[in-house]
């Protein structure tokens, strides 16, 4: 079993910045995708960013030159910089990870964070 623990989210005024953290443990395994969604209520939960084990990421449209993913594998922690921050992007995000255990593969989610983002 993974446990993903998230932190940073918070009240912001439009234009401000927030920095989330994803910390993931339990058993032993190998993380093979990290990725940041969001969901605002009535909507359904969309990728923000993601990253990959060889580091590559991928961005929604509307994210893209303002927000970005890390990782720094050796404490198994994913992280999202969001500069620029908009209302609209008010939502909960939540941490997702694609663990591989032995020969399988996992998906969890993290409980979610809040982000308000005030006008």
């Known amino acids: 079993q993974v446990q993903l623990v998230e932190s940073g989210g918070g009240l912001v005024q439009a234009g401000g910045s927030l920095r989330l953290s994803c910390a993931a443990s339990?058993?032993?395994?190998?993380?093979?995708?990290m990725a940041w969604y969001h969901q605002a209520p009535g909507n359904q939960r969309e990728l923000v960013a993601s990253i990959n084990s060889g580091g590559s990421t991928n961005y929604a449209d509307s994210v893209k030159g303002r927000f970005t993913i890390s990782r720094d594998n050796a404490k198994n922690t994913v992280y999202l910089q969001m500069n620029s921050l908009k209302p609209e992007e008010t939502a909960s995000y939540y941490c997702y990870e694609r663990v591989v255990v032995g020969l399988r593969e996992y998906d969890y989610w993290g409980q979610g964070t809040q982000v308000t983002v005030s006008s």
């Open positions: 339990g058993s032993t395994f190998s993380i093979k995708t």
